[in-house]
């Protein structure tokens, strides 16, 4: 069977060797950047001193995520990058798939293009500047604060001060960040559905509110479960550089989630790289787990799945 596939193989690898080639550079990034670096991944068992090396320091086994486990921060992290991952599966994930939905039933060309433009912007803003402009809109004096005022909120300080207020803000900023960009994909699946289907509901006597239950969701369904599955691989991650500029000591409370306090442990404070490594390799293997959960539970319900 070997013998026979690499004939093969090297045959394909003539026939195509520009296509080969234009590969080459993506395999040489992951293999320096994304596999190279788990060989790192063993000091989360060992006390990493960075005198002696990795294989120069000792082993201590699970002695480092035993500490994680007993820490007073343990829960604290695992609720809030919980929760703030639970508010973004209900409100952000959506929100691109509903804007698409609308967008697909607008016939004014320009203006579905104005709007795609608009929604798109924020995703190329950089999130110092994104994170600079909710600070200024939501301190004692900002916009955001003033409006609220006049709905009975408060202007006595600002809005990022109080633990409560600060993952309403998270969610509804990164909302406005990737609504636009998040609606490609599923604006490319719609203009896969085929229009006989929308003159067969039309036949049937179906208006748009039927269209869009009957033929346009489930028609793009297939892509909505890989991007849940997707996203359920990476529900213990929250990307840092965002919260840790909007966050301060009087929010860790409800703001401080797994990949801060990485940060602050790892290269913030203490220095203490095997714990930090430990975990960040604990955050990894709960994400493989719940995407593997996601895929099974896909699989069995719908028999739609990644593999």
């Not at 609308?102 to 579905?112: G, S, T």
């Amino acid at each position: 069977m070997r013998e026979s596939i690499l004939p093969r193989l090297r045959k394909d690898i003539v026939r195509n060797k520009a296509i080969y080639l234009m590969l080459l550079p993506v395999l040489v990034f992951y293999i320096i950047f994304e596999y190279g670096p788990m060989y790192g991944a063993i000091i989360a068992f060992k006390d990493f001193n960075v005198s002696r090396g990795i294989l120069g320091s000792d082993w201590v086994g699970f002695s480092h995520f035993t500490d994680f486990f007993e820490s007073i921060y343990f829960w604290r992290v695992m609720k809030n990058t919980f929760v703030v991952n639970l508010y973004l599966l209900i409100f952000a994930f959506p929100a691109p798939i509903l804007l698409a939905l609308l967008l697909n039933e607008v016939r004014a060309n320009k203006f579905k293009r104005t709007v795609q433009s608009i929604t798109y912007l924020p995703h190329f803003i950089s999130v110092v500047v994104v994170v600079g402009m909710i600070v200024q809109f939501t301190e004692r004096n900002g916009f955001i604060t003033q409006l609220l005022s006049h709905f009975g909120g408060s202007t006595q300080a600002s809005l990022l001060a109080f633990p409560e207020n600060f993952r309403a803000i998270f969610v509804v900023s990164e909302i406005w960040q990737q609504i636009g960009w998040g609606s490609i994909i599923y604006l490319a699946a719609l203009s896969g559905i085929s229009n006989e289907q929308y003159e067969a509901a039309t036949i049937d006597g179906a208006g748009r509110w039927r269209k869009v239950l009957n033929v346009t969701i489930p028609g793009i369904m297939p892509i909505i479960v890989i991007m849940f599955i997707l996203n359920m691989g990476k529900f213990m991650t929250i990307g840092f550089e965002k919260i840790v500029l909007m966050y301060n000591p009087n929010t860790y409370e409800t703001a401080d989630v797994i990949n801060t306090y990485v940060y602050r442990v790892g290269l913030s404070g203490s220095f203490e790289f095997s714990y930090a490594t430990a975990v960040g390799l604990f955050q990894s293997a709960m994400n493989f787990a719940l995407l593997i959960l996601a895929n099974w539970i896909s699989r069995k319900v719908n028999e739609t799945s990644l593999w």
